[in-house]
């Protein structure tokens, strides 16, 4: 009897053992902290929150910087970023064609949820800070570009919300796409919760896992 215990709890911690790798060997050693590197490529532009025939053509720029993933409980990681970012936008007037380039650090706080193999769902709020802005006109015979370091109402910090993405093609890489837009009022003539002005950014781009 004694001895059919014994076996029966060898047994038993064996399996938990082979459940325990079994389960880290599908979840990626999960429970890693992890830093990686990321670069890919923005599509923005500008929409009006109270005018529904605004638009303006999109631009596209870079992102890239530095990823950390430090889980908290299986599906749940913290995953915040500190990126650089170039965004814009550029409209046809009667006068000619004007651009607008902006360079930020964007910093964002995510929640990601790893919702399936290799598929991840990312949401959360975006810190993003105005490094500067250069206007381009251009009327057809003459080019003038104005660079200056703060928006028009004198605002560099700016609050984002951000949705996304990730497929993990192996532990070390993984793709990723998103959506960012402005949550805090871009100009002087918005409320701090209704931008009169929105800056919406596709994102898409490629991470390296350093660890």
Same mark, same amino acid.
């Given at each position: 009897?004694?001895l059919?215990?014994?076996?029966?709890?060898?047994?038993? =911690?064996?399996?938990?053992?082979?459940q325990?790798?079994?389960?880290?060997?599908n979840?990626?050693?999960?429970?890693?902290?992890?830093?990686?590197?990321?670069?890919?490529?923005?599509?923005?532009? =500008?929409?009006?929150?109270g005018?529904?025939?605004?638009?303006?053509?999109s631009?596209?720029?870079?992102?890239?910087?530095?990823?950390?993933?430090l889980?908290?409980?299986?599906?749940?990681?913290?995953?915040?970023?500190v990126?650089?970012? =170039?965004?814009?936008y550029?409209?046809?007037?009667?006068?000619?064609?004007?651009?607008?380039? #902006?360079?930020?650090?964007d910093?964002?706080l995510?929640?990601?949820?790893?919702v399936g193999?290799?598929?991840?769902?990312?949401?959360?709020?975006?810190?993003?800070y105005?490094?500067?802005?250069?206007?381009?006109?251009?009327?057809?015979?003459?080019?003038?570009?104005?660079?200056?370091?703060?928006?028009?109402?004198?605002?560099?910090?700016?609050?984002?919300?951000?949705?996304?993405?990730?497929?993990?093609?192996?532990?070390?890489?993984?793709?990723?796409?998103r959506?960012?837009?402005?949550? =805090?009022?871009?100009?002087?003539?918005g409320? #701090?919760?209704?931008?009169?002005?929105?800056?919406p950014?596709w994102?898409?781009?490629?991470?390296?896992?350093?660890?």
């Amino acid at each position: 009897m004694c001895l059919t215990i014994i076996a029966g709890s060898v047994s038993a =911690q064996r399996r938990y053992h082979r459940q325990r790798n079994s389960q880290r060997d599908n979840n990626g050693d999960y429970y890693s902290p992890k830093i990686g590197l990321t670069i890919g490529g923005n599509v923005s532009n =500008q929409i009006s929150s109270g005018n529904s025939n605004y638009s303006t053509g999109s631009i596209v720029g870079l992102n890239a910087g530095l990823t950390f993933d430090l889980p908290i409980i299986y599906p749940l990681s913290f995953a915040p970023e500190v990126l650089f970012s =170039q965004k814009g936008y550029e409209a046809t007037t009667p006068s000619g064609v004007f651009t607008q380039r #902006t360079n930020f650090i964007d910093v964002p706080l995510l929640a990601k949820f790893k919702v399936g193999p290799g598929f991840n769902i990312l949401v959360g709020p975006q810190l993003s800070y105005l490094l500067n802005t250069t206007n381009t006109y251009d009327n057809g015979f003459v080019v003038s570009q104005e660079t200056y370091y703060e928006n028009n109402n004198g605002h560099k910090s700016f609050l984002d919300g951000v949705l996304g993405v990730s497929f993990d093609l192996n532990r070390s890489v993984d793709l990723r796409a998103r959506y960012t837009v402005d949550l =805090q009022k871009t100009d002087s003539q918005g409320s #701090t919760y209704v931008p009169n002005y929105r800056k919406p950014v596709w994102q898409f781009g490629i991470g390296f896992k350093l660890n």
